[in-house]
């Protein structure tokens, strides 16, 4: 193991009543580190069910089956209910994560991570969002719908880890862009479709690493009026022109020779690929303005930092997902917080060990509220416990993840079926069963052709077979920028754009 990241582990591991607790090498690989953290990670299953407080109707990813106790967004936030009232003493002839988890099963918890939204009861992960629909890890977005990792973007759809950006549609990694179809890895570019690695483009189609370019086709200079003719023919709401257009932009990266795949901008000694305006990382993947950490992806502002992901803020952190903070060791979904070990939930807390749901709290393990000099000697206590059962230096298990594997980020990252899941003594889901007679066959191929009621229909997807529907602010959008009803679910969707970024 390279001694450089021995020294961050020295570095990162605690120091309780004056004694640093070294934090031991991992015993799982970088990838299979992630994979256990995003089985942490509930993003787009969703469910409607009741808040175990009041019986009120709410939408949350815990499904009604799940054995949490959930409560609506205003009443977990209230001051109806004290985290400390479901504190448990610790029992040193048990483990460690077996007691984690009968804790998990009795502190209530929130429906959803999505916090100052308006008009936008269907995002996860979220914060600031206005009249969107089904963005998840996505920060102050407007009229924005199927997304994931937008920041700052407008009527976008269908595109993930875009920031800035307006009139957006089948998108990925773009930033400040406008009026942009089929876009990936561009800047500043403009009233174009099918762009790959592009910067300051402006009306064109099929083109492959222009540089402040305008009026081109598949990287020729065309005219004005040829440019418009073009545009026009494939991106007139019909379903057999736009894919007649897919197939021949696919064809042309294909045998683009320059095509790049690992996109390092302003960064200097990193690895990994999506790394924007940073320094010093290993194995990073979608990280921004960060330095000094490994293992890491989706998020920005980390320092001296290791496998952590989906952050905005972290520093001196370690095998943590969700966060905002400092000093994170083994936590989830914490933030605004400092010095917390395997911590859940926790906000505005400093100084806390192995608790859940806790606000502005300090000194407290498992949810017991100690004094100063009591903390100190029970985490001590517990630590060299965890160390004799071989669970410090760990994150949570699968078997405890508060969802099914199938649900998770897990399964979208590294893909198990039911069997293999079961056999590893992981947590399933049977999918619902979804049908209607209102099903139809044949959709329209253009989009003139649809008519707002069209949004009542049940339809099938073409690959998975998983219905859906198109809601009223989706067609709307297919009408204003000209395109046709989607074939595909919104999650085959997003698994069919989440393959081709991970396949460069």
């Keep these: 193991m390279d001694q450089s990241f021995l020294q961050f582990l020295d570095n990162v591991s605690p120091v309780i009543g004056g004694k640093k607790y070294l934090i031991p090498p991992p015993k799982l690989s970088p990838l299979e580190r992630k994979q256990r953290r995003l089985t942490y990670r509930n993003e787009n299953m969703l469910y409607k069910r009741v808040s175990s407080l ?16 959930v409560y609506s967004h205003d009443e977990w936030w209230s001051e109806k209910w004290d985290p400390l009232n479901y504190g448990m003493s610790y029992d040193f002839g048990r483990g460690f994560f077996e007691q984690f ?5 009795r502190v209530p918890r929130a429906p959803l991570v999505n916090n100052k939204a308006d008009n936008s009861p269907y995002c996860n992960f979220a914060d600031g969002n206005r009249n969107c629909h089904m963005v998840t890890s996505a920060n102050w977005n407007q009229d924005s719908y199927y997304g994931f990792c937008l920041v700052s973007c407008r009527d976008t759809m269908d595109s993930l880890w875009c920031t800035e950006s307006e009139l957006m549609y089948e998108c990925s990694d773009c930033r400040n862009c406008y009026h942009l179809l089929f876009g990936r890895h561009c800047q500043n570019s403009s009233d174009s479709a099918f762009l790959y690695d592009c910067i300051g483009v402006k009306n064109s189609l099929f083109c492959v690493g222009l540089r402040n370019a305008e009026y081109h086709i598949f990287n020729k200079p065309v005219s004005k009026d040829e440019f418009q003719k073009a545009y026009n023919y494939y991106i007139c709401g ?45 194995d990073g993947s979608d990280v921004y303005d960060s330095q000094d950490s490994y293992f890491l992806h989706d998020g920005l502002k980390a320092k001296d930092c290791s496998d952590i992901c989906f952050f905005d803020g972290a520093e001196l952190s370690y095998e943590s997902t969700s966060l ?28 806390c ?17 100690y004094s100063e000099h009591e903390y100190y000697e029970i985490v001590s206590r517990i630590i060299e416990s965890m160390h004799l059962r071989g669970e410090w230096g760990e994150f949570f298990p699968v078997q405890h993840s508060l969802f099914s594997y199938n649900e ?18 992981w947590k399933w889901k049977e999918p619902e069963s979804l049908r209607s007679e209102t099903n139809i066959e044949i959709i329209p191929d253009s ?36 395109l046709p009803i989607p074939r595909l679910c919104p999650d085959q969707r997003q698994r069919e754009r989440m393959a081709r970024r991970d396949g460069g």
């Design 54 to 69: 009041s019986g009120e109707s709410i939408i949350s990813f815990f499904d009604k089956e799940s054995p949490f106790v």
């Design 101 to 105: 988890y009968e804790l998990q099963l």
């Design 238 to 282: 019909s379903y057999s022109r736009l894919e007649e257009a897919k197939n021949m932009y696919h064809a042309f990266l294909t045998r683009y020779q320059n095509t790049r795949s690992t996109f390092h901008i302003a960064s200097e000694n990193v690895s990994g690929n999506n790394i924007w305006n940073s320094r010093n990382i290993v």
């Design 324 to 351: 905002i903070g400092y000093g994170y060791r083994f936590t989830n979904y914490c933030r605004d917080s400092y010095d917390l070990l395997y911590c859940d939930s926790c906000y505005s807390s400093k100084n």
């Design 353 to 369: 060990f192995g608790s859940i749901g806790l606000r502005n709290k300090e000194f407290c393990i498992f949810n017991v509220q």
């Design 408 to 425: 998770t980020l897990a399964y979208v990252h590294f893909p198990l079926d039911k069997a293999d899941t079961l056999s590893r003594g």
């Design 447 to 482: 989009i003139a052709e649809v008519a707002p009621s069209f949004c009542t229909t049940l339809l099938s997807c073409a690959v998975s077979g998983k219905p859906y529907k198109i809601i009223p602010q989706e067609l709307r959008f297919y009408q204003t920028m000209n």
